[in-house]
């Protein structure tokens, strides 16, 4: 809807937008109506019609206005004389942006999961920007993949810190995530070798697994309908049953989403095992899991949007997932990695900001289409290897 003509219009909007966003962190997007927000703004409902065609608007307005926010602070930045300083600088203003938005972050991470155009809208034009500050020390298609990566990590480290801790980030978050970006990831070379196999995958159970193919067909319907608007029927019809044949390998379908979540995650860490099962150092071990997770990403293209759900519907799922990988992540690299394997010697950061990196160049080369003119192995070698 077009913008208010008045000041008192202006502010009416702004309060609205205001309470949706606090509602939406208090109660989730899915779970929110309007007549939550209007409460919250002390609104009658019938006035929020003049602002806002629909709760999916107000919505799109809250995730634009921190979009527009993080644009406008990043863009105003002094220049830097060195890359590091550049993006220790974009870090520390995407923290304190999110931190006085952290309702409008909440509210994005829940939208983007069923929204593509809203998550393309908000990270497409956030990485552009970055990509500008980047590019007087980086060119090309370079810049593209330096920026998408500090991306990555301080998406990470902000839901980490912001979101499942509930404090603060470190001011040691940010200068990790400049460093992993003007330095690389490592400071030895990219190792230029690919995984001699592909790795199990359960995106195909075996003929006769009947739980598998049941799973197989929750994880498809789930990342296609959402977890509120999958159907059990649904879910049994797609692997081959009577609806009520699902209650024989689910008590519900919250359980069943657990093991969905369970499935994808055993599934990415027996893969990401199998492609760095030879190689020689632990940094082409991380070279190599960012391999399988493209691969993986490929075999689960709706892992995305049912890990978010996922995370929304409980939050135990959340840690399921990301926390046990997270743990066991920063257990491996304190026990594999060598002193100066990696630019920062922080193996919690470390792992948190590979779990980023590789979200966000796993969503932009895979499910986005990548980036022009730059082949993985390109890729990598750009992110590995740093700003030249």
């Known amino acids: 809807m077009a913008a208010p003509a008045t000041p008192k219009g202006l502010k009416t909007r702004e309060r609205l937008l205001e309470a949706s966003g606090a509602v939406f962190a208090r109660k989730g997007c899915a779970a929110s109506g309007v007549a939550d927000i209007c409460s919250a703004a002390g609104l009658a409902v019938g006035g929020f019609y003049r602002y806002f065609a629909s709760k999916d608007e107000v919505i799109e307005a809250v995730v634009r206005e921190l979009r527009d926010e993080l644009v406008r602070a990043i863009s105003a930045l002094p220049q830097q004389k060195d890359a590091e300083a550049e993006a220790a600088g974009i870090a ?58 500090l991306l990555g990590a301080l998406y990470f480290y902000a839901v980490k810190f912001l979101v499942w801790e509930k ?33 199990p995958s359960q995106a195909r159970p075996a003929p006769g697994d009947n739980k598998g193919n049941m799973l197989a067909a929750a994880e498809e319907v789930f990342g296609r309908c959402g977890y509120n608007g999958a159907r059990v029927s649904e879910i049994a ?13 689910f008590d519900s379908k919250q359980d069943a989403l657990e093991e969905v979540v369970t499935r994808l995650r055993n599934s990415l860490v027996k893969k990401a095992a199998a492609y760095s099962a030879g190689s020689g150092s632990r940094v082409e071990t991380e070279a190599l899991a960012f391999r399988a997770l493209f691969d993986f990403i490929r075999e689960h293209p709706y892992g995305y949007r ?21 743990r066991n992540y920063a257990e491996q690299l304190r026990k594999a990695s060598r002193p100066g394997d990696f630019s920062i010697d922080d ?24 980036f022009r003119g730059m082949s993985e192995d390109e890729l990598l070698k750009a992110v590995f290897e740093g700003i030249k």
């Open 347 to 370: 193996n919690e950061l470390l792992a948190l900001a590979l779990m980023g990196i590789g979200h966000m160049l796993g969503m932009k080369r895979v499910l986005w289409g990548g």
């Open 92 to 149: 520390r203003v995407f923290f304190a942006s999110v931190t006085r938005r952290l309702d409008s972050f909440k509210a994005m991470r829940e939208a983007e999961a069923s929204n593509e155009a809203l998550a393309r809208d908000f990270y497409g034009p956030l990485a552009e920007v970055l990509s500008g500050r980047l590019g007087r020390f980086s060119k090309g298609a370079r810049a593209s993949a330096h920026a998408w990566s």
């Open 306 to 326: 049912i890990m978010r759900e996922a995370e929304f519907a409980d939050q135990k799922l959340a840690d399921a997932y990301y926390g046990y990988i997270l």
């Open 167 to 199: 404090g603060k980030v470190p001011a040691s978050a940010a200068q990790a995530a400049a460093a992993l970006c003007a330095r690389g990831i490592s400071r030895k070379s990219f190792p230029w070798w690919q995984p001699a196999l592909s790795g």
């Open 237 to 249: 019809r797609k692997a081959g049953f009577a609806a009520g044949t699902f209650y024989l390998f």
